[in-house]
């Protein structure tokens, strides 16, 4: 069992359509982090949160952090096809040195 | 640039042969971890290093050791691989700060026939 569950695991859609990714946990964290993957790259950081309420935009993503600090959500707006790719949430919890991660979600947008 | 380095990209490799994933980052950065990333279970940590000759297991750490020798480098070492552990490695870097964040190396896919 995984500390943060992501879901959905998979998704394809169609370009223009809107999605949502969610990340929940029992446990809280002290920030939660999204990262996007490209195929032979390593994850890079597309945003960090970390004050529970917290709502931040990147252009057409919009990333919420949850009153409690348990749970995360990215929302894509008018999916582009250059939006395809393995997004990942990382929740870090202090005093542990560690960021525990989601197993991630595969978007494919269609053209 | 500032980056995280890792050698090889890609390497098959037969059962029982010892080998090294090099990994090495020049932000000066305090800490560094490996992670492994295997289908449907994202990426979980083997072992991570708050500073030199500092290390400690993640939660994947049987089967591989590691050690801290420099600030800049960070090698992870199967003594004596298995099939299982054919898998994409990561290695990751991070300066401690108010808002942590990891840089991640490209990866390294190892196959152990």
């Not at chain 1, 998979?10 to 920030?31: A, D, M, R, W």
Request: net charge positive; with cysteine.
């Amino acid at each position: 069992t995984q500390l943060l569950e992501q879901s959905p695991q998979f998704l394809s859609i169609q370009e223009g359509e809107n999605l949502t990714v969610y990340c929940n946990s029992s446990s809280v964290f002290s920030s939660l982090q999204w990262y996007r993957q490209e195929p032979g790259e390593g994850p890079v950081l597309l945003v960090t949160v970390v004050t529970g309420g917290e709502v931040k935009k990147l252009k057409r993503l919009t990333f919420q952090f949850g009153d409690a600090r348990k749970d995360s959500s990215l929302h894509i707006t008018a999916a582009q096809p250059g939006d395809t790719g393995l997004y990942l949430c990382a929740g870090e919890r202090a005093g542990f040195n560690k960021f525990y991660f989601g197993s991630g979600t595969k978007l494919n947008v269609k053209p | 640039e500032a980056q995280v380095t890792q050698n090889p990209r890609y390497l098959i490799t037969v059962t029982g042969k010892k080998l090294t994933v090099t990994c090495s980052q020049n932000m000066n950065h305090e800490y560094m971890s490996w992670y492994r990333q295997d289908p449907g279970l994202g990426l979980r940590q083997i072992y991570y290093s708050m500073n030199v000759e500092v290390t400690d297991k993640g939660d994947v750490p049987e089967g591989y050791k590691v050690s801290r020798k420099e600030k800049r480098n960070f090698p992870l070492i199967l003594e004596s691989p298995s099939p299982n552990q054919t898998s994409l490695y990561f290695c990751a870097s991070m300066l401690f700060s108010g808002a942590n964040v990891l840089t991640f190396g490209a990866g390294s896919r190892l196959t152990v026939l």
